[in-house]
């Protein structure tokens, strides 16, 4: 079973819309939550980052919030533009984790329509 | 501007042929990564090397082998032996390997079979 997942698999939104995409994940316990922005065809980029005791973090108009209790994050995008057209991950890195150890979600591939 | 070179964009492969996919980060890190992204699934790490000469498999290493013979350059080979190597790879570095520390990707090599 994953330790991340991610939902909804896929989402259409008119520009200028917001929207809320969710990660629920299992790792326990954990050191730092990531969403990663990936284009198609290029490599991830990172949004934000939230340690276990961080709540919330803003990047523009790229909102994450994490609920350390129930295991989940959500990332609100505010004023939706063409651009914002892409693959969405959440990233879990364990505490006390090795070189390299991190656990990623399958993706929210969001589109934006005019 | 620094950053990490994934060449070549594309590349296709006959059966039984080894290929090699670059990798080269002019960032100064020392850690760095190779993933493999299908459709529809999460980054599954490959290897991972914290140090010049050092490496360690990941998840799905079989069919794969790397090299760290400088810091800035870590290529991956993509052996005969990996029978399903249709795939999107990924190279990342980070600047220890700690878990606070951000993986910058490249923009990937995407890998077909002839």
């Known amino acids: 079973k994953n330790q991340v997942e991610q939902s909804p698999q896929s989402l259409i939104i008119l520009e200028g819309k917001n929207c809320t995409l969710q990660?629920?994940?299992?790792?326990?316990?954990?050191?730092?939550l990531r969403w990663y922005k990936q284009d198609t065809g290029r490599g991830p980029v990172s949004l934000t980052i939230m340690t276990f005791s961080e709540n919330t973090k803003s990047n523009g108009r790229y909102t994450a919030t994490l609920d350390a209790d129930t295991k989940q994050s959500s990332l609100h995008i505010t004023a939706s533009q063409l651009s914002d057209s892409a693959s969405y991950i959440c990233?879990?890195?364990?505490?006390?984790?090795?070189?390299?150890?991190?656990?990623f979600g399958r993706g929210t591939q969001l589109t934006v329509w005019p | 501007d620094g950053g990490i070179t994934q060449s070549p964009k594309y590349l296709f492969r006959k059966e039984g042929q080894n290929v090699t996919l670059s990798c080269e980060q002019n960032?100064?890190?020392?850690?760095m990564y190779w993933y493999r992204q299908d459709p529809g699934q999460g980054l599954r790490l490959i290897y991972y090397s914290q140090i010049v000469n050092d490496f360690q498999k990941g998840d799905i290493a079989e069919g794969y082998s790397v090299s760290r013979e400088k810091k800035e350059s870590f290529p991956l080979t993509v052996t005969s032996a990996q029978k399903n190597p249709t795939a999107f790879y990924l190279c990342a570095s980070s600047i220890d390997g700690a878990p606070n520390q951000p993986q910058h990707f490249g923009d990937g090599t995407r890998l077909s079979i002839l």
């Open positions: 990233v879990v890195t364990p505490r006390g984790s090795t070189l390299g150890r991190l656990y």
């Open positions: 960032l100064n890190h020392d850690a």
């Open positions: 990660c629920n994940y299992t790792v326990s316990p954990f050191s730092n």
